[in-house]
């Protein structure tokens, strides 16, 4: 039996939603074999990861990369439309099809089936992120062969969409939480409430096209708090992003380099301190909006803000439930008037992260890793 992993994005940030669960099936020791298959822009996360964990190496594969086409059309949007990524799959069929499962913690591997006609090759897929954006509960989410759930949530939300095969899915818990916290030096001289702003880069739910740059702003003219904008990884990676449902277009302009030069602020667009929970671990108060990076944060309960300037209709809606672990913003003028005295955590938010954390992580003794790699195992055995 021949397992494989891919890594076929633009950056890092999915590494840690897989890499661990391949990670635990080479310390089983089991007769399968285990290749993990990455694209240029995630083999030095792969790679970093691998070597800080314990157990034996992982079989590293260096994707044949993209045609000078696909570069091209993707270099040309704006990186806007994945032709890169399509390319990829496209130009190593010869590696998939040598394969009895692939996990992957996206959804463009599909076309692996769709398009390239690789039918028997048995999908099985991790998410990233146990977030509530409608999007991962597509109708893409139910075409995997296995599906790896982190909690009772995301099976019942994908059971509501009747995307769920009977004996295609398995509550396994987050592989992410198995991964040892890493040694940073301090981030900040002084000791201040430390404010992390986490924004998406979804331009149909990111507050940062609205509102972003003057958060930043604000931060830099106070002395109260130390700040840190580590957004989603993918926020500045392409000139511009498209949201389809609903449709909007965001243009990525970031802080340019030696932008708020100042002791209390802390600028990180994607260093592997983005990816590995550094700063949800450090930080005393979030803000944010549609990333999944909050329900990491509340794994410890601390005060949240979440930022609403397009005015969404949120309250019951199921694409927002993490919106109920802190306090939506609508305005820049309600942002100042919360952060003009330093946030508490109240009982009732407390017990309603606490609420929300449990109902989307099923967390075990077992670790994680090791509870999806036997999911994959007795999933392939009954094929």
């Given at each position: 039996m021949h397992i494989g992993f891919l890594f076929n994005h633009y950056g890092g940030h999915q590494v840690a939603?897989?890499?661990?669960?391949?990670?635990?099936?080479?310390?089983?020791?089991?007769?399968?074999?285990?290749?993990?298959?990455?694209?240029?822009?995630?083999?030095?996360?792969?790679?970093?990861?691998?070597?800080?964990?314990?157990?034996?190496?992982?079989?590293?594969?260096?994707?044949?990369?993209p045609s000078r086409i696909a570069r091209a059309a993707n270099r040309a949007s704006g990186r806007a439309i994945p032709a890169d990524i399509l390319s990829t799959l496209h130009r190593n069929l010869d590696r998939f099809r040598k394969l009895d499962a692939l996990v992957v913690p996206e959804k463009t591997s599909l076309?692996?089936?769709s398009l390239f006609g690789l039918k028997s090759l048995k999908l099985v897929h991790t998410r990233h992120g146990a977030g509530d954006r409608a999007i991962g509960f597509d109708k893409a989410s139910g075409k995997f062969d296995l599906v790896l759930l982190s909690g009772e949530k995301i099976r019942d939300r994908l059971s509501e969409a009747a995307l769920l095969k009977k004996d295609g899915h398995a509550i396994v818990g987050y592989p992410k939480f198995d991964i040892p916290p890493p040694k940073h030096p301090r981030l900040f001289a002084k000791d201040k409430p430390t404010v992390l702003y986490n924004p998406h880069p979804s331009p149909a739910l990111s507050s940062w096209y609205r509102m972003g740059p003057q958060i930043l702003d604000w931060f830099a003219n106070s002395d109260r708090y130390n700040f840190i904008f580590a957004p989603h990884v993918m926020?500045?990676?392409?000139?511009?992003?498209?949201?389809?449902?609903?449709?909007?277009?965001?243009?990525?302009?970031?802080?340019?380099?030696?932008?708020?030069e100042q002791?209390?602020?802390?600028?990180?667009?994607?260093?592997?301190?983005?990816?590995?929970?550094?700063?949800?671990d450090a930080a005393d108060i979030y803000i944010g909006d549609a990333s999944s990076q909050v329900y990491e944060f509340i794994r410890r309960p601390r005060p949240c803000f979440f930022l609403n300037p397009r005015g969404h209709a949120w309250q019951d809606n199921p694409d927002f439930a993490h919106w109920r672990a802190g306090h939506v913003l609508d305005r820049f003028e309600q942002f100042e008037v919360a952060f003009s005295e330093l946030?508490?955590?109240t009982p009732a938010i407390r017990t309603q992260q606490e609420s929300l954390f449990d109902y989307s992580f099923d967390l075990q003794e077992r670790p994680s890793s090791e509870r999806a790699a036997e999911a994959i195992l007795d999933y392939l055995a009954r094929q």
């Open positions: 939603h897989a890499l661990p669960v391949a990670l635990a099936l080479l310390r089983r020791g089991t007769n399968a074999k285990v290749s993990v298959l990455v694209s240029e822009d995630c083999e030095s996360e792969v790679r970093r990861m691998a070597s800080a964990t314990p157990g034996p190496a992982p079989e590293i594969i260096r994707l044949r990369p076309m692996l089936k926020l500045f990676k392409k000139r511009i992003t498209v949201s389809l449902s609903p449709f909007a277009l965001g243009w990525n302009r970031g802080p340019k380099p030696g932008d708020y002791d209390h602020m802390l600028i990180d667009t994607g260093s592997p301190a983005c990816l590995d929970m550094t700063y949800t946030p508490r955590l």
